[in-house]
């Protein structure tokens, strides 16, 4: 019973989608034209039925409805997200191709943002009220482990610290101990999984034979039973996995993030562009004439200050900002202090309001840096820190950003001690693990409301 309806998910995210991308589009149209008869011209009804084939054919080429029980919620939208990009990018392909130049921008950019919106609602709502359900005892699985040890006891405290994923351990199987959840030996569960209902099957493997394994991947395979595999991690438990083949040699590619995943490049690159090119337009396309005219009244020099920085991969770059600082000679060595005698009377009004970073977002279009990230160091710094603090160049698996985790949660500006530094990577580590498009819009927030709200650190 517990498998009965798990089928049917799939398919309800599929027509919950579909119903949703449909809304959008009429929705949109009424809120632009304030009327829907039109929306029945050959034109409109073209878009409109490209519209569902479109998503229904990313849906079958991408499978993103291929979601465990304990597939995290972020992960959900933003496979929602990474598909709303592709549908971007197929509908604009189909309007250059048709050459269809009189569909209205602005209908566009309302079905999407709503589209965005009733897929976020919509996904996140049906997930939670599946753990809901599965919380009250339905559709559950009821699970077994084969081989009495610290992974196996981890995982019964895993299912019952989480009965919102709905799984229910029956007991072990061992041949060496006995204890009030030891049900049986080995040879036993055959005999055990014919009189109970046993969804899943997890072997450990420290304790098993390789004879023994297999014969546990036949027997589930005859009866319809989920084998899986706990291998004995216990010296790096805290680091990420991901498993690879390398024709038919299984290899676990240890550390893998987020963002080595091609479409999470991609929905990364997307927001980055259009954020970027959004400040450029609307606001540096104003405000660095002013700021320009600024600086060069404030003191002698340059407008903008470059300084070669650590990026991705340990490749170094020149990093743009507004010069905020006397011209000097320290500049690429010594971090800036409280009452730094360096800083111009402007440059300090420029580092309160973290305006001297605006020039970042040509580095963020060119792809040296991404809108957030961990914030790049000098190079100097970098050799500095990779000696003294462990893990340290972990940070540049992906790009630096204009603001990142660290500078939201406050630690910004002058580190005075190795604490403070460690704990800055800390988070950046965090991030580069934990990476969503999700955090990023929250981190983006934090960091507009650290700056409403002013930062004794900005300096």
């Known amino acids: 019973m517990a498998k009965r309806y798990s089928k049917y998910i799939g398919l309800i995210h599929l027509l919950g989608d579909g119903l949703l991308i449909n809304m959008a589009f009429v929705l949109a149209y009424w809120l632009k034209f304030d009327e829907l008869t039109s929306l029945f011209a050959p034109i409109y009804i073209n878009l409109f039925l490209y519209f569902s ?3 229904f054919l990313l849906v079958l080429l991408f499978k993103p409805y291929k979601i465990s029980r304990i597939t995290r919620v972020a992960k959900v939208i933003r496979n929602g997200y990474f598909l709303i990009s592709l549908h971007i990018l197929s509908v604009l392909s189909f309007i250059l191709l048709t050459k269809s130049y009189q569909y209205s921008r ?11 919106f009733f897929l976020f609602v919509w996904r996140t709502s049906l997930i939670y009220l599946l753990r809901i359900y599965r919380k009250k005892g339905f559709n559950s699985r009821y699970v077994v482990v084969i081989g009495y040890g610290k992974s196996g006891l981890e995982l019964r405290k895993f299912f019952r610290l989480h009965p919102e994923y709905g799984f229910h351990m029956l007991g072990f199987f061992d041949d060496k101990h006995e204890n009030d959840l030891v049900i049986g030996k080995v040879s036993d569960l055959k005999a055990f999984v014919k009189e109970h209902e ?23 395979e005859q009866h319809l039973i989920k084998v899986k595999l706990i291998p004995n991690f216990n010296a790096i438990t805290n680091m990420s996995y991901e498993l690879q083949h390398y024709d038919q040699i299984p290899v676990l590619s240890v550390t893998p993030t987020p963002l080595d995943e091609y479409k999470n490049q991609l929905v990364k690159r997307t927001f980055d562009v259009a954020f970027s090119l959004f400040v450029i337009v609307f606001i540096l396309s104003w405000m660095i004439p002013i700021l320009a005219l600024l600086v060069k009244v404030s003191s002698p020099g340059p407008v903008f200050f470059k300084q070669k920085r650590t990026g991705k991969d340990n490749l170094p770059f020149w990093c743009y900002k507004f010069r905020s600082m006397y011209v000097n000679q320290d500049a690429d060595s010594r971090q800036a202090t409280k009452k730094d005698c360096r800083i111009t009377p402007i440059g300090a009004i420029l580092r309160k309001t973290s305006l001297d970073e605006l020039p970042q977002f040509f580095n963020v279009l060119q792809g040296d840096m991404s809108v957030v990230g961990p914030r790049p160091h000098m190079l100097k710094h970098t050799e500095e820190y990779a000696k003294s603090i462990e893990k340290f160049m972990s940070r540049h698996f992906v790009k630096p950003g204009i603001t990142g985790l660290a500078q939201a949660k406050g630690y910004r500006g002058e580190t005075k001690s190795m604490n403070l530094m460690k704990n800055r990577i800390r988070l950046d580590r965090f991030y580069i693990r934990n990476w969503s498009i999700l955090l990023d819009f ?12 002013g930062d004794e650190k900005a300096y």
Not at 106 to 116: C, D, P, S, V
């Open 106 to 116: 602005e209908h566009l950019l309302i079905t999407y943002a709503l589209f965005g």
């Open 442 to 453: 929250k981190i983006i927030l934090l960091t507009v409301l650290a700056l409403i709200e």
């Open 53 to 55: 084939a479109a998503w």
């Open 198 to 220: 046993v969804h899943e099957v997890y072997c450990y493997l420290p304790k098993l034979s390789g004879n023994t394994i297999k014969e546990m991947i036949d027997f589930g």
